[in-house]
């Protein structure tokens, strides 16, 4: 992550993997299982990912990715404690719903974090964007290892999909939305059969013009809602 002095280091179990780290892909990640951070804000993203071996059948388990934010301390050693799981009936109901702490390594106790895990897309999705799809779902993007989140600042359309009527009224009823309006509709689109515990006007009029837009509006408009 850095070329000098580390502040801190983040320590997965074998049964998880590492994707990312402040919204950055690289060959080390997930097959590596700790990290070298700065001292700083952190977004750092896992994922449950067991083999199990029965017989002569090896069965693979994995969760939805999981985003982790937390503020890391100079010299700091985190851990991320979950069980290890041996059998395929375990490790699938854990797979669809992992529960795991981070200690702190020198006194072992709890850290301070937040994490949520990416909505299930329905159906087989053998080539998904997660990257992507986490920027929408969380609406925010990482500047650099050693800073904050950056605040939500929409950059322009591309000139090509500026003057849509589709493209023009999704950033309508998103600018006029409330902050949890906002994060349901991230929800749903990646699961689109997620819905806000009450519907409101904002919310279906904003599904409603993602629906008639073209695709490239659509993306578009998802590269307009991270940048």
Known sequence: MTTHAMAAEFKVPVSYEIMYVDLKDTSKFGSDFDIKLDKGHHQVVVRYNQNIRNSDDLNLYRSEPIIIDFDVEQDTKLELKAPYIRKDQQASDYADKPTFTIVDAKTGSKYDYTDQML?????????????????????????????????????????????????QMMQFWFNKSDAATRKDFRIWMVDNTHQPKAKNTQFEMLTFWFNKATPTERKAFQVWLVQ
């Not at 990257?131 to 290892?145: D, H, Q, S, Y």
């Not at 800073?147 to 589709?166: D, G, M, Q």
């Open 119 to 167: 909505p299930m897309k329905p159906g087989f999705q053998p080539t998904r964007n997660y990257l992507e799809e986490i920027k929408v779902f969380t609406g925010v993007k990482v500047a650099n290892a050693a800073s904050s989140a950056a605040t939500y600042a929409p950059t322009p359309p591309p000139k090509e999909v500026a003057e849509t009527n589709e493209f």
